[in-house]
């Protein structure tokens, strides 16, 4: 019920103002990194209303009601990996056939690599995507490989970064007293690398015994409904239970309690983004090719594991790794996050020329 609100709410504030983003992408999934990505498109373009465009019945009764019948002003894929995804496809095409500015904000592409073998769309709907970005404006994207795989089929674009770099906090704060490991895992329907959760569950569960043996406390942190299951049997499978911690929809309870952590391991991308802009160091548990595409753009690939070639010692040991190499991790991090956040906001200032 809480969610349904959240989407009413946002539909209210979109409408109070004159000119509107349509925007195209995941939000009102009770899905922290879906939550985080609608939070950073209002911050960045906050003279706009930021309409969830979607393309439905809704939308068109709405429309019917506004002045003029114009519902929104431009259309701008956000965050999150929706290029290629055939969800995204519909509003994308119904907006374009009104002649409006269209973007994307630093968003990601499905990787053929992965995604061919395990979705039969995957072809026919690359081919429509790729006749809909060559009517766009501006095509930036997240990461490296992003891009390259729009280059293959012959779209220029610009990696700006994930949006969310946009919540990189200030200044580095002290390192924790306790060594404090923040874990976040989940579920992606088994549509991982290696198809089998239950054995990278196992493989953290074994990671985590290891560090606990060697004085790291262990917390969980659950970031979608859907996760808890997972989480609950990490937590529980431990010589000394965990505490989990639930996120769904408010990103900055989250960053607040991660930022206590010495070092974050996150299976869920946007879980691991923001602890890194909590100035927390970070491993990925790549489990789709996401991951690395994001890794890769901030210079972090090194702490970037996938998820088929998982085991408990050597994430153990990374763990350690990654707790040594603390002030060296948020350098790196901070440098690239800067250079994206001046994308991000030159970005924005050349949809607001569109517009207007």
């Not at 985080?36 to 068109?60: E, K």
């Not at 003029?68 to 509003?91: A, D, E, F, M, S």
């Not at 404090?180 to 015994?209: F, H, M, P, Q, R």
Request: positive net charge; hydrophobic residues 40%; contains cysteine.
């Amino acid at each position: 019920m809480w969610h349904y609100l959240i989407t009413l709410r946002r539909y209210a504030r979109a409408l109070s103002k004159s000119k509107r983003i349509g925007y195209v992408g995941a939000q009102g999934n009770m899905n922290l990194g879906d939550e985080v990505l609608c939070d950073v498109m209002r911050i960045l373009l906050s003279d706009f209303g930021i309409y969830p465009y979607r393309a439905t019945r809704r939308d068109l009764i709405i429309e019917s009601l506004v002045p003029h019948r114009k519902l929104v002003n431009c259309l701008c894929l956000g965050g999150g990996t929706i290029i290629g995804k055939p969800l995204y496809l519909p509003p994308v095409r119904e907006l374009l056939k009104r002649n409006l500015p269209a973007f994307s904000l630093g968003t990601g592409v499905i990787n053929p690599e992965f995604w061919r073998h395990c979705a039969p769309w995957f072809q026919d709907q690359q081919r429509e995507w790729i006749r809909s970005l060559k009517s766009f404006e501006e095509v930036t994207v997240r990461g490296p490989i992003s891009q390259q795989i729009l280059a293959g089929q012959g779209i220029e674009s610009t990696v700006v970064g994930d949006p969310a770099l946009l919540l990189l906090e200030d200044g580095i704060p002290s390192p924790p007293n306790r060594r404090i490991l923040g874990v976040n895992i989940g579920t992606s329907l088994g549509l991982i690398y290696g198809e089998d959760e239950e054995k990278v569950v196992l493989g953290v569960v074994k990671a985590c015994t290891e560090l606990q043996k060697h004085g790291w406390e262990i917390q969980v942190y659950s970031i979608w409904p859907m996760d808890d299951a997972y989480s609950t049997f990490l937590a529980q499978s431990l010589a000394q239970p965990a505490k989990i911690f639930r996120y769904y929809t408010n990103v900055r309870l989250f960053k607040r309690q991660v930022s206590r952590c010495s070092v974050f391991l996150g299976m869920k991308l946007h879980a691991t983004i923001l602890a890194l802009c909590s100035h927390v160091p970070s491993i990925m548990l790549e489990y789709r090719p996401k991951c690395r595409d994001f890794m890769v753009s901030v210079g972090l690939e090194r702490y970037c594991i996938r998820t088929d070639e998982l085991g408990g010692q050597n994430l153990a040991s990374l763990v350690e790794v990654a707790s040594e190499q603390r002030s060296e991790i948020q350098q790196v991090f901070r440098a690239a996050a800067h250079v994206y956040k001046n994308k991000l906001h030159c970005l924005a200032e050349r949809i607001r020329q569109a517009v207007s």
